[in-house]
């Protein structure tokens, strides 16, 4: 049977037709629909992990066990998860482990653009990379294979386009595959120095066995249509390089990205006098066809920067301009992002700018915060970072500073690694005021569980992450509870926790207005006491505007969530129900 599938879907098709049985993640933007269409499949455990590392390290986990096991995440993931996967590099597997990561080139939904594959290369793993649905599904399949073949994890590499394009996949069945044998092994699994020395030689030799693989496998295809103009490429690069010049040049689609082939690489060259190197991102082929000696063009007429496209492609191989198009006359409005109608953090930055405070900020819905009206994120580093970068400010600037500082961060990403940074806090004697915005789900990457939500990723209930009890347990004594709607009490409570001499919690509390569970109803409206001081402009809010008969909300877009009353100083604004 054929069916039309997200590349995100076939990898999880893939995994569940290779009879993977465990599948651990952290939600990343583009990778999360891969474990979120994974928990349709009952015969497979799943699990949204606190973090990349601790996903990372229950699908090891469970390779040991015998178990066909992944790990998906989103390439910025991959940093955090890079320790255990290192490591297990040089344990090798017992059932099957992959490693699914999703970069980002155009940074749609990321702090960086950074290239996967310098992983591969670094942790000595091999990576496939599919360019549409269907190799999604059958490289997945293929990775397992590799991986028990040559005792290995291997890396799937993704991006956003082939994470999100669909294209026809063949469904097939699940496999047989059963549950390996455990046996202890000191010597493979106890990556003390002893062992490691003597497992790293196991590596190397794995690495020449792969080199050899990459010569003869299928995953890196020669398509000859007999022309002087040769193309190697990969991934998403293949489908641009593919439509933009048809049958005008020869492909080498390398499938494997890593380790790369040296000899069908040469013999390709032979038949071609000329050779461009398409890759988005990092010149990772264009770098190992120099070294071994072939001239190729690459990042000299290809830009570092962001995604390619046909037409670009086209421009710098043949000179072809793209076609001309009509373009419409009428004015596009802008739509820049910003926080929804009813987004409790909108109220929490509100009264951070109204303060004047500096403000650490983390990566979530909340990062937002830096956008105008609001505009009062000074930082934004990495998932924990408002925390712990927050702590080295003071250190810096001394306590005057820090009583106009506090950090923002997300339950989800204060569970996924802002806890440590609180303890060093409280360890290394800070005063901070650390303000995490509760609104009681994974917001960013699309309504996920975590562990402050008492639900797991099937919805079966679990035990919740009490925060309060959390905060004080690692040595915050000053933790108070406070809604940010209720602005008058949340400006209040900010400021006496950034004059405290002693370091502090605030938990802003109010779910994600997109919850189903959150029942706003009716509408605001603007009455004849409005006196156009215009303060509700300053919430952003995307229901509120200022036209020439003064302010407006639009009912189509205002959910009642009734922040903007509570805001306005004159009784302007009423809830209309």
């Known amino acids: 049977m054929k069916k039309l599938m997200l590349g995100n879907a076939a990898v999880a098709q893939g995994a569940y037709e290779a009879g993977v049985r465990v599948v651990a993640s952290y939600p990343g933007t583009p990778s999360t629909e891969i474990t979120e269409n994974i928990v349709k499949y009952d015969e497979i455990y799943a699990e949204w992990a606190p973090n990349e590392k601790v996903a990372a390290e229950v699908a090891i986990g469970a390779s040991i066990g015998g178990a066909r096991s992944m790990s998906c995440m989103k390439h910025v993931g991959l940093n955090v998860m890079a320790d255990p996967v290192f490591t297990v590099s040089y344990t090798g597997v017992n059932g099957g482990l992959v490693f699914c990561v999703a970069d980002d080139p155009g940074m749609h939904s990321s702090q960086n653009e950074q290239d996967s594959r310098h992983y591969a290369k670094a942790a000595k793993i091999p990576m496939l990379e599919p360019s549409d649905s269907s190799e999604c599904l059958n490289f997945t399949k293929m990775a397992y294979e590799i991986s028990e073949k040559f005792d290995t994890p291997v890396f799937v590499r993704l991006s956003t386009r082939v994470s999100h394009s669909q294209s026809l996949v063949e469904i097939g069945e699940r496999a047989n595959d059963e549950l390996k044998p455990y046996e202890r092994n000191i010597g493979k699994y106890v990556m003390m120095p002893a062992n490691a020395i003597k497992r790293h030689v196991d590596v190397e030799k794995r690495m020449c066995d792969l080199a050899t693989y990459a010569e003869t496998t299928d995953l890196n295809t020669i398509e000859d249509n007999g ?8 991934g998403i690069s293949y489908m641009y390089a593919k439509e933009a010049l048809g049958d005008k040049v020869n492909f080498l689609k390398l499938g494997m990205a890593y380790p790369m082939p040296t000899d069908k690489i040469r013999k390709f060259a032979e038949n071609c006098k000329k050779i461009y190197v398409v890759e988005e991102t990092d010149p990772f082929i264009e770098e190992h066809c120099r070294v071994i000696g072939i001239p190729v063009i690459g990042k000299e007429i290809f830009t570092l920067l962001g995604e390619y496209t046909p037409a670009m492609i086209a421009k710098a191989i043949l000179n072809e301009d793209e076609k001309e198009y009509s ?35 983390d990566i979530g819905c909340y990062t937002l915060g830096a956008v105008a009206p609001l505009a009062s994120v000074d930082t934004t580093i990495c998932m924990g970072a408002s925390v712990s970068a927050a702590l080295g400010m003071a250190k810096a600037r001394g306590a005057e500073f820090n009583k106009k500082l506090v950090s923002v ?20 004697k800070g005063n901070n005021t650390v ?56 400006e209040k409570v900010v400021r006496e926790e950034t004059e405290r001499e002693a370091p502090s919690v605030i938990i802003a509390q109010r779910p994600c207005a997109l919850l189903k569970t959150v029942k706003y109803s009716g509408h605001c409206e603007v009455t004849d006491k409005c006196r156009n001081c215009k303060l509700c402009m300053k919430l952003g809010c995307p229901a509120i505007t200022s036209t ?10 205002c959910n009642g969530c009734g922040l903007c009353v509570n805001v306005c100083p004159f009784g302007a604004i009423e809830k209309k129900d």
């Open 435 to 490: 303000i995490i915005l509760d609104n009681s789900i994974t917001g960013m990457t699309g309504h996920q569980d975590n562990p402050t939500t008492g639900l797991t990723i099937r919805k079966e209930p679990t035990k919740q992450v009490d925060l309060l009890a959390l905060c004080r347990a690692v040595g915050i004594e000053h933790v108070v509870i406070a809604d940010p709607f209720d602005v008058k009490n949340f």
């Open 548 to 557: 020439e008969n003064g302010i407006h909300i639009d009912v189509n877009q």
């Open 327 to 361: 373009v419409s006359s009428e004015t596009i409005p802008v739509r820049p992002p910003v926080m929804c109608a009813g987004c409790p953090h909108r109220a929490t930055f509100y009264v951070l700018k109204k303060l004047g405070l500096v403000v650490s900020g």
């Open 409 to 428: 961060i997300g339950d989800s990403t204060f569970m996924h690694s802002g806890i440590t940074g609180l303890i060093d806090i409280v360890y290394n």
């Open 227 to 234: 022309s002087e103009i040769g193309v190697i490429t990969s």
